[in-house]
């Protein structure tokens, strides 16, 4: 069965840190990735996604994720943190490619920036 | 103006009731979904409708039961609610391939509590 794997639970970093969240996904076929964000007691909100094309994907805020397809990772980057950038994140994985849409995500990584 | 809508968002109710949420979404998409996430923030697809016809049925009990009227609208009746159905439940859509503005649009989520 297709799974996402995210590695960190809860990443916490300074303002102005680089930031890595992992995404490692278990799937044979065509995929289509995506990272979503949440914060806190929001919806989740689209950051970024990848389709085909370039492997390295520029979202909103700043944020950016680069598709290794011979690892299976999809994962998200952001030179410099903000404050404002606390929240959850999921990455997520469309296992369909698109025809009929099945979106499975991993566990959420909870990233705290302290000011 | 709300693309995908949820109501109530809020919801607090006593076990052994029925309850239902609604979602409509004015995007125009042909597939709609549900979600719930528990308390650890886990996200997981309960079902998932495709022009009113249901596609995914993951493993839910059938106390839970979707509706979809129209493509536009999928709704969520729960009979005898548990303890631990308390959890967020999100509606989500998509139009099928349809890249490269295929995407899933989340609502903002139905928090239920039963007590």
Known sequence: AQS??????????????????????SYGGTVNLFWYVQYPGQHLQLLLKYFSGDPLVKGIKGFEAEFIKSKFSFNLRKPSVQWSDTAEYFCAVDSYGGSQGNLIFGKGTKLSVKP | DTAVSQTPK????????????????????????????????????????????????????NRFSPKSPDKAHLNLHINSLELGDSAVYFCASTLTGQEPNYGYTFGSGTRLTVV
């Open chain 1, 4 to 25: 996402v794997s995210q590695h960190n639970h809860h990443v916490i970093l300074s303002e102005a840190a680089s930031l890595e969240l992992g995404c490692n996904y």
């Open chain 2, 10 to 61: 809020y919801l607090v109710t006593q076990m052994g009731n029925d309850k239902s949420i609604k979602c409509e979404q004015n995007l125009g998409h042909d597939t709609m979904y549900w979600y719930k996430q528990d308390s650890k923030k886990f996200l997981k697809i309960m079902f998932s409708y495709n022009n009113k016809e249901l596609i995914i049925n993951e493993t839910v009990p």
